[in-house]
T-cell receptor, first 116, second 112 residues
Framework: GAVVSQHPSRVICKSGTSVKIECRSLDFQATTMFWYRQFPKQSLMLMATSNEGSKATYEQGVEKDKFLINHASLTLSTLTVTSAHPEDSSFYIC????????????FGPGTRLLVL | GESVGLHLPTLSVQEGDNSIINCAYSNSASDYFIWYKQESGKGPQFIIDIRSNMDKRQGQRVTVLLNKTVKHLSLQIAATQPGDSAVYFCAENFVYGNQFYFGTGTSLTVIP
């Protein structure tokens, strides 16, 4: 089946620093990936759609200068949280559309970000 | 079409009983729906999907029902097992885009 990985799985950083999270499709090519954010005991909130070779599409209310997305290849999308603050602490999850012809999304294992 | 970020509803069932988890979706233009299972600290796992031209689809121990009239989706789990304990989300896909929007989710606890 389609496998999506994320790195790192956990990261702790100081306030004001930037953190990069990688999302990789391991056994398929993904022209489109998605980034979600999830707070404890809440649902997943779509942040942006990452398109290979073009600019990401951000959901309303998501600051594109704060959450930089780069989809440089068909197997890698990165999310950089710039000048992170404690309120950015969250669980960040990426997904990629399966190449099977259906629109099913396969999710990565998530990255737990803690900003001190 | 955004998910609602409120506290999760909970459902407790006895092992071996059937579970029914409900979801109300927001957009009548949605044409594809997926149920996901999420265990603590992990990403969501695909369970079953259904398109808007169907009202029922069955998988292994799971059945999804779709009622487009009232924009309601349900997931039925037969003979619930302790390993089924997790948070379950429905996600809807709009016909004119490939983004998915998640429902609130339900936390299922199976009592041995």
């Amino acid at each position: 089946g389609a496998v999506v990985s994320q790195h790192p799985s956990r990261v702790i950083c100081k306030s004001g620093t930037s953190v990069k999270i990688e999302c990789r499709s391991l056994d398929f090519q993904a022209t489109t990936m998605f980034w979600y954010r999830q707070f404890p005991k809440q649902s997943l909130m779509l942040m942006a759609t990452s398109n290979e070779g073009s600019k990401a599409t951000y959901e309303q209310g998501v600051e594109k200068d704060k959450f930089l997305i780069n989809h440089a290849s068909l197997t890698l999308s990165t999310l950089t949280v710039t000048s992170a603050h404690p309120e950015d602490s969250s669980f960040y999850i990426c997904s990629a559309i399966s190449p099977s012809g259906q629109e099913t999304q396969y999710f990565g294992p998530g990255t737990r970000l803690l900003v001190l | 079409g955004e998910s609602v970020g409120l506290h999760l509803p909970t459902l407790s069932v006895q092992e071996g009983d059937n579970s029914i988890i409900n979801c109300a979706y927001s957009n009548s233009a949605s044409d594809y729906f997926i149920w996901y299972k999420q265990e603590s600290g992990k990403g969501p796992q695909f369970i079953i999907d259904i398109r808007s031209n169907m009202d029922k689809r069955q998988g292994q121990r799971v059945t999804v029902l779709l009622n487009k009239t009232v924009k309601h989706l349900s997931l039925q789990i037969a003979a619930t097992q302790p390993g089924d304990s997790a948070v379950y989300f429905c996600a809807e896909n709009f016909v004119y885009g490939n983004q998915f929007y998640f429902g609130t989710g339900t936390s299922l606890t199976v009592i041995p």
